[in-house]
């Protein structure tokens, strides 16, 4: 949504849901065109997207395959590209560490050097997140600031962690100093600006500091480092859409976006049926609600057709505990297309619907890639869906006199 | 395609064909509303169309009609608004003239003035390209220099020709010096800034040595100038895509486009087969292709309506030309829309297929206007046909972390 356009939101007592089923979009084959959506059986999405709008949404642009972060972003109504999220800040986001607008982060690999230093394994032989936690717990007592600039250091899982420094005037121009490649050792962090190379040298710093004090671990003895960031404040769901905002998500990733722009963070579960006990629990404390269901995504980056089709169906049989809620306004869709032919994210556009008592019902009757087609809403960029959102919720005034 | 997304662009062993048949979109009439695309019979362009994704492209926006060289721009994924070709290097580059970004070039026509200088042929009577040829050696050897700007004269043909003005600091903003009619004098340049005042002075100096050295031609003794316009080099598919990329076409100015953007251009050959020949022949050398094809676009312009259907039918027989290439991808498309009942290029979107592997297949059965306004690329600019080539061929990676 156009920020130019935000002093139009005006704030009522209608509930939002935005359903991002992750990686919902697919492909066919010549010999079979029907996506996994278009296999799958979903009388509840259909008999939904009769009542509903329905359309195709563009994550970034077309042809452009987003990351988690920047595809989310979109979804919220952030121009994923003028709104870039680094690798580092999304993990750190991701695992609660607070940030200010003066923090570095970046995505720490603890891997394994030979005596030459060179990689041997670039993942410290599947370190388990309890040497994790301890190294990181070593090396945050002894290495706290460098140059001046405090330096923390947080477990995530196994062998990952992330690094943050806190200063004035660091920038991110930072090159990754994992190679990729196991033989050769770590590339060295170089900076591409002056604010940059300040950056780095702190970095060769840590690194030098770090690798001193882990000599005799015997898998974890080096580090790589990668999505190297800058982060900075985005103005929240409060601030942009007057929205008090509550996310569901079981995966880390998402809970550190929703995190980013304000959201109030469910505590962790691993299942959609217990996110949508979340949903009904917390339904009346919050206007906005961001639910992510993953599986549809890992089945599709497993290339597992089949399992993507049961991970829809899964979705439309507990549907009805969103419906049941009769939400002012229910978005269901996805935040990019995962073809189980690809095994990865696609540039592909995503369906979706759009269900509120001012939707435009179109003739679409069947919840999927080819029906949307035809959809009242159109082909549109995924930044315009919360702007839709508002509208059909009644949250946005008129625009001109 | 967004030039902060050029990083993402990477290498593979893909081969892409981009085949643009020249004004390929029309309109019908309330009594037969069928295009000429619909009524033709096209069932090579049929089943492709079955076995492709299709959608409608606009080429600059909606209402905009592009001239040719803004329409290939967008086509090759540059933006034709910011990157306005003016219609001296249009004509320049067409014929193989050497730019730098220090030139000004400007086409010539040659006319007849009376006694009192005024027009009374705009056409100097359709002077032969060897008149022509022999007037630009004249002129070439008598006119080298104005101001310490060098200048040079090259024919394209008949009566037109080519100045290039060479020299720093040089404005564009310069009147064309033909009144498009008769019995008046040729309107003097004039300079709306004062670096193309500079230009405007050269202009007038070159206007006067000319008419003075052309005093006693029968038919060509003066000159009308227009598309008074700086050359500026532009990012190359090279070094925006990765691309190593040959192009086919048999008239002069989208040999010249194609030129702009760093193509190798090949041979000239002036037959539609002949060009397929040629991309069957350079196939293994390149990795992409555009192949242009003319004649639907002249039919358009004579208000043949029959003659573009046979045109366009002649393409759907040669088709398996290219088909059987079996390109990682293939689009065919229009730089434009030439309905014959206009007789002009036109605003009108144009019909696109884009034939791959990771395509998404939908329920389109037919190439045409019609058809695919279901198609499952919806209605896109023609700006984003080449990030979507790209994407289809695997050489865009994923945005953002």
Sequence with gaps: MD???EPLVSKNDSKLILLVADGLGGIGTKADRRTELEVASTPNLDQLAKESSTGLLDPVGPGITPGSGAAHFALFGYNPIDNLIGRGVLEAAGIGVPMTDQSIAVRINFCTLDQHGHIIDRRAGRLSSEDGQRICRLLGQRVTSIKGFRTQFFPVKEHRAVLLIEGADLGDAVNDTDPQ???????LPEGHDSRSAKTAAILIEVIHQATALLRDEPRANGLLLRGISAHRSYRSFQERYALN????????????????????????????????????????????????????????????????????????????????????????????????????????????????????????????EQACLSGALGRFRAEDLMALMLAHAGRISKFGA
Tied chains: 1, 2.
């Design 245 to 368: 905002s509550y996310a569901i998500a079981s995966y880390p990733m998402y809970r550190g976006i929703a995190s980013l722009v304000g959201m109030t963070i469910a505590p962790h579960t691993d299942d959609l049926e217990a996110e949508f006990k979340q949903l009904r629990a917390a339904y009346r404390d919050y206007d906005f609600f961001f639910v992510h269901y993953k599986q549809t995504d890992a089945a599709g980056e497993d290339g597992d057709f089949s399992a993507k089709v049961s991970a829809i169906e899964r979705l439309d049989r507990l549907l009805p505990m969103v419906t049941d809620l009769h939400p002012d306004v229910l978005a269901i869709t996805g935040d990019h297309s995962t073809p189980s032919r690809m095994k990865q994210h696609s540039w592909h556009p995503v369906p979706v619907l759009l269900n509120a008592e001012t939707a435009r019902i179109d003739a679409v009757t069947a919840f999927n």
């Design 3 to 5: 920020p130019r356009l």
């Design 181 to 187: 490649k196991m033989g050769v050792p770590p590339i």
